[in-house]
């Protein structure tokens, strides 16, 4: 299995649709074959910070979340509400 944990943040006044884009992947993402978790956060002291922990059971089943349609919307999203870029971390779970 994989493990993946997003940071990201919104600029300023964009925490609203960012928050908005990032909920509107969950559904389709948790439906995808390979999924195991997909679990948002937002940080309580720091509004517009996000984290998300996503559980795969292949690197293959990754690797195709990320070709998904929704997914690339997202990335375009990104390029206009983020402050800053995403980190993405790929774990691996023992």
């Given at each position: 299995m994989i493990e993946v944990i997003a940071a990201f943040s919104a600029k300023p006044g964009k925490e609203d649709a960012l928050r908005k884009a990032t909920l509107d992947?969950?559904?389709?993402?948790?439906?995808?074959?390979?999924?195991?978790?997909?679990?948002?956060?937002?940080?309580?002291?720091?509004?517009?910070?996000?984290?998300?922990?996503?559980?795969?059971?292949?690197?293959?089943?990754?690797?195709?979340?990320?070709?998904?349609?929704?997914?690339?919307?997202?990335?375009?999203?990104?390029?206009?509400l983020l402050a800053g870029e995403l980190k993405l971390h790929q774990l691996k779970v023992y």
């Open positions: 992947v969950v559904e389709p993402t948790r439906a995808e074959s390979g999924c195991v978790q997909f679990v948002v956060h937002e940080d309580l002291n720091q509004p517009g910070a996000f984290f998300i922990r996503e559980t795969w059971k292949s690197q293959e089943d990754l690797d195709k979340h990320f070709q998904m349609p929704y997914l690339q919307n997202l990335v375009e999203l990104h390029k206009e």
